[in-house]
């Protein structure tokens, strides 16, 4: 998607987010400037109710941008219709399937539907991108299985190739990690981390591992306080960002291991 | 997709079987008439008794049709809204159709008797149920499209139609309450549905409406199929979730609504065929469920009206006390089992 003289994915320009009720503009976070490349992983951060998932429904288009811009491949998102998105951003959500009755195949396939013709049928090309995206997560193993007799780490995986068939430059998820345990949390992280370096997309994702995505994201956005801050992980270390993340009675971020240490 | 190819047998089963029961159901009545007549009269070939053609054109095959359309456009409508509103106890009169419908038809009978004699006769003709039911039908659906243009949660729509059906069906009662029994009792046979008083020009008309809808459905599969994810997913993957939904309803509409106003309001077969279907065809894809469904619905109202002509007797029972007497059992074997339940 990107042209030659650029490859950034996802721009925005003094971004406000939040949620507007009549007259009245509820703002969340304002000022977010972020760029985001192919190839880079990129973690959402910030405590509860800090805007993460508001963040990442505005740059999906769910949600309406209060002020600033969004580009997403060049192109402005308030000016992009939803078949065109699609073809651009692919979701991972915490939202539950109406169905789990899907075999694993079915459900990935269904992520060829902004290319597939009316009723929705698989050409070569297709089939291909299917089951390259099976392959790419490691779930060949499972992939005849019903999505309801899965784990929550398979079902996760399921989910990531499902974004990965619809071969989006752009894969945003919302809090891929939670409800699994610290080996799936680090397993599928490193899978996302090993993604973005194969299939040279951008991913962004919301998480509350903050220890890990220090060690495996290219870049943070940090959502603190009504405000942004963006950068690398040691850059974002070195400017103290992390200090004051959490309510510094009970956690402390020690710089030293670049990690969050209880009191 | 890519498991459908593993029903394509099942789905050829299915059709088989709808031939074969439309051809029992066209032989069996209060005159037997041999299955190999049946075939030879329908392909235009001569028939032993010339009563048995006049039979089987005139009475028979309309009545099959009809049972064909009523099923398979019940069934696909409440697949259709079991898929929209996530809701595996949803069925075609959750819009609150046949409860406008029914409002329709009480009106013109029961009111009948206050606006006079000499009204009622013109009021009680074949036709004038025909419209009333339909204009019940219409008010109730313009009521809920309203609604689904303003509302961004499918679920409150689902909640306004039963909203609907409660308010009609008590207006209902207060008519019934206050009626000659001779029109109750009109009211009530209309109740109970009817697949054999229709001419073919009534036909004609119920499959015209029918195809319309069965078509906007066929051309929602793939829609169908996003909404699956849930419709912050289908929207990511660029479905139109409003107008899927318009389209949704509207196919919903023409199926539900035409048939009742033909055939009466016919219970059960909406929502018990797609669980049936599911139980035999373990499949979420549309691309299979869409046709099995079709299918199957058209197999159940041929053998329902089989079982309420009463083959051999001089008489037939009500063919929506049939269907329900089926379709009960299933949806309580079917939450019973849930354990192994399929949606």
Request: proline content about 3%; charged content about 15%.
């Amino acid at each position: 998607m990107s042209t030659e003289s650029s490859n950034i994915v996802l721009k925005t320009d003094n971004l406000s987010i939040g949620y507007r009720k009549k007259n009245d503009t509820h703002i969340i976070v304002s000022g977010i400037d972020i760029e985001i490349k192919e190839g880079e992983l990129v973690a959402v951060i910030g405590v509860n109710g800090a805007g993460k998932s508001t963040l990442l429904r505005t740059l999906s288009g769910i949600q309406q941008i209060l002020r600033g811009k969004v580009f997403i491949s060049e192109s402005d998102l308030s000016k992009t219709d939803a078949s065109e998105l699609s073809k651009n951003i692919s979701l991972v959500l915490t939202e539950q399937l109406i169905s789990k009755n899907l075999s694993v195949l079915e459900l990935v396939a269904l992520g060829r539907q902004p290319y597939t013709n009316w009723i929705g049928r698989l050409n070569k090309k297709d089939l291909k991108k299917v089951m390259h995206a099976i392959r790419l997560v490691n779930i060949e193993d499972i992939k005849n299985k019903k999505c309801h007799e899965l784990s929550d780490g398979q079902f996760q995986k399921v989910l990531i190739a499902r974004a990965l068939a619809q071969d989006t430059s752009l894969i945003i998820l919302d809090e891929p990690t939670t409800h699994l345990d610290l080996y799936h949390k680090a397993y599928v992280l490193k899978l996302l981390q090993q993604l973005s370096r194969e299939t040279n997309k951008a991913i962004l994702f919301a998480s509350h591992e903050i220890n890990l995505a220090l060690q495996l994201c290219d870049k943070l956005l940090i959502l603190k306080d009504k405000k942004a801050l963006f950068g690398k992980p040691l850059d974002l270390i070195n400017s103290e960002a992390f200090n004051d993340l959490f309510p510094s009675h009970l956690i402390h971020f020690d710089k030293a291991s670049s990690s969050f240490k209880i009191k | 997709m890519l498991s459908q190819r593993k029903y394509t047998f099942a789905l050829i089963i299915l059709f088989l079987a709808v031939i074969l029961t439309g051809l029992f159901n066209i032989s069996l009545g209060s005159v037997n008439i041999p299955v190999a007549d049946v075939t030879s009269a329908l392909l235009g070939f001569e028939v032993d008794k010339d009563t048995w053609r006049y039979i089987i054109l005139n009475y028979r095959l309309p009545k099959a049709i009809t049972a064909i359309i009523t099923g398979s456009g019940l069934a696909v409508s409440g697949l259709l809204m079991q898929t929209l509103f996530r809701n595996p106890l949803a069925g075609p009169y959750v819009l609150g159709l046949s409860s406008g419908a029914s409002l329709g038809v009480a009106l013109v009978f029961m009111g009948a008797s206050i606006f006079g004699a000499s009204f009622a006769a013109i009021l009680l003709s074949k036709w004038s149920l025909v419209i009333a039911s339909s204009l019940g039908s219409l008010l109730v659906l313009f009521a809920v499209i309203l609604a689904s243009i303003r509302l961004r949660d499918t679920m409150a729509i689902l909640i306004i139609g039963l909203m609907f059906a409660s308010l009609t069906a008590a207006i209902v009662s207060v008519l019934a309450y206050f009626s000659p029994a001779s029109q109750l009792q009109q009211y009530v046979f209309w109740s109970y549905g009817s697949l054999g008083n229709l001419s073919w020009n009534e036909v004609i008309i119920l499959g015209l409406f029918w195809i319309i809808g069965i078509l906007i459905s066929i051309g929602s599969i793939k829609n169908l199929n996003s909404l699956l994810l849930g419709e912050q997913y289908a929207r990511s993957l660029g479905t139109n979730i409003k107008r899927n939904r318009f389209m949704i309803i509207i196919a919903t509409s023409l199926l539900a609504g035409s048939i009742t106003a033909f055939a009466g309001p016919i219970a059960f077969v909406g929502l018990a065929v797609p669980h049936l279907v599911r139980q035999v065809i373990p499949s979420a894809n549309h691309v299979t469920l869409v046709p099995a469904v079709i299918f199957g619905g058209a197999i159940l109202m041929l053998i329902c009206d089989i079982i309420a002509q009463l083959p051999g007797s001089e008489f037939s029972l009500p063919i929506n006390a049939i269907t329900s007497l089926i379709g009960a059992p299933v949806v309580i074997w079917l939450l019973v089992r849930k354990r192994k339940f399929n949606f």
